[in-house]
């Protein structure tokens, strides 16, 4: 799944290519794309037809498109292979193609959204008083939001029965990181996984922020992390901070601090990666 930083790149795109523009036409041609519209494609074409897009905006993991109403916005979740791309009028068609909406004026480029595996998607939603769309109201502040709150961030772990990935994966902890992130930002702060939150000290917790903010902006300077093609910026160009990885897909690589051969252990339905001798596991008493 996306993480902040690739969905952060995303959003720069359509902040560069489509803020300020009116939508003409929408085609919806797989329904599972609009699945978490609940009135269907035909409503939903409808409703955005004719609605100016504002600036795009981002929380954690979730990327939406106010609209120029101010009660609604378009909201984007790219599940495991979405793609929002702006492309010439006139290009061929991309083979995973979903929705396709053209825009009422000369720039020649219209938005598609692209998704092999069809687990993403598009949808309108009414907006809080916050601006956000009301399904995300939930989703809490992001580490690189300037109003996150670390002190609020550290008393929660602390009240948790929980362990450190487990927290950082809690989008109602925290927002935007992933299985990826947090793994290199366990890396970096020497912490293992099954570390238990209620044993982090304050400094511990602001080293972990720290690293977690500093692996994030490097991904972001790097344009994100692409596989496979996936997780591309509107114009298609892929990212490359999968080169700079640490921790995440480095099993039996050595670990870049001491040598160690990196260990992969099924985590969750996922894998974790880590360092046996950096990143000891807690004591069982």
């Not at 550290?154 to 929980?162: F, G, P, Q, S, V």
């Not at 903010?213 to 496979?228: C, H, K």
Request: hydrophobic letters at 35%.
């Amino acid at each position: 799944m996306p993480e902040l930083p690739e969905v952060e790149v995303v959003r720069r795109g359509l902040e560069r290519w489509t803020a300020g523009r009116i939508v003409e036409a929408v085609e919806v041609l797989h329904p599972r794309a609009v699945r978490r519209h609940l009135a269907g494609g035909a409503d939903f074409a409808a409703r955005l037809r004719g609605l100016r897009f504002g600036t795009a905006m981002r929380r954690g993991k979730y990327l939406w498109v106010p609209l120029d109403d101010a009660a609604s916005s378009l909201l984007g979740h790219l599940g495991m292979s979405g793609q929002l791309l702006v492309q010439p009028e006139e290009a061929a068609d991309e083979k995973h193609l979903r929705i396709r909406i053209r825009f009422d004026d000369a720039l020649g480029t219209e938005l598609r959204f692209v998704d092999q595996r069809t687990f993403g998607g598009l949808s309108l939603h009414d907006n809080t008083p916050d601006g956000l769309p009301d399904v995300i109201a939930h989703i809490a502040r992001d580490p690189l939001d300037p109003a996150f709150d670390d002190t609020a961030f550290h008393l929660a772990l602390r009240l948790r029965r929980t362990t450190v990935k487990r927290a950082l994966l809690d989008q109602s902890l925290i927002s935007g990181v992933g299985n990826i992130y947090a793994d290199e930002a366990l890396w970096r702060s020497r912490l293992h996984y099954e570390r238990p939150t209620a044993t982090l000290t304050r400094p511990r917790t602001a080293e972990l922020l720290g690293h977690v903010r500093d692996v994030m902006r490097e991904a972001l300077d790097q344009g994100g992390t692409s596989f496979d093609s996936l997780y591309v910026n509107v114009n298609g160009e892929s990212g490359y901070f999968d080169r700079s990885l640490d921790a995440y897909g480095r099993e039996d690589e050595p670990c870049r601090r001491c040598g160690t051969p990196m260990r992969r252990r099924p985590w969750m339905n996922r894998s974790s990666y880590f360092c046996p001798r950096c990143q000891r596991p807690p004591r069982i008493s």
